[in-house]
């Protein structure tokens, strides 16, 4: 079993920045992904950035450039820097964990972009 905590979200005025973090305990063992998706209300779930234990990065096209994502692997742990946040940016956001079949989603958390 894996589990996964999420931290970070919030209320942020446009153009400015949060961090998400997520840390992953259990079963972890290697060669996994990990990365975040975000839903926005009558919208599907989409991907926001995956990183995986060997430091392959990949992010969604509405990204371009505004959100990083890193890794500590000595803890499992994900942070999802976001600058340049826009309103469109609101959404809930779900840390994701994958190991071959095993497919783990966070309790998600809410970032509002709003003035």
């Known amino acids: 079993q894996v589990q996964l905590v999420e931290s970070g979200g919030g209320l942020v005025q446009p153009g400015g920045s949060l961090r998400l973090s997520c840390a992953a305990s259990?079963?972890?063992?290697?060669?996994?992904?990990m990365g975040w998706y975000r839903q926005a209300p009558g919208k599907q779930r989409e991907l926001v950035a995956v990183?995986?234990?060997?430091?392959?990065?990949h992010y969604g096209d509405f990204v371009k450039g505004r959100f990083t994502i890193s890794r500590d692997n000595a803890k499992i742990l994900v942070h999802l820097q976001m600058n340049s946040l826009k309103p469109e940016d609101t959404a809930v956001y779900y840390c994701?964990?994958?190991?071959?079949?095993?497919?783990?989603w966070g309790q998600g958390t809410q970032v509002t972009v709003s003035s």
């Open positions: 990183i995986t234990n060997t430091g392959y990065t």
């Open positions: 259990g079963n972890i063992f290697s060669l996994y992904a």
């Open positions: 994701n964990f994958k190991r071959g079949i095993l497919d783990v």
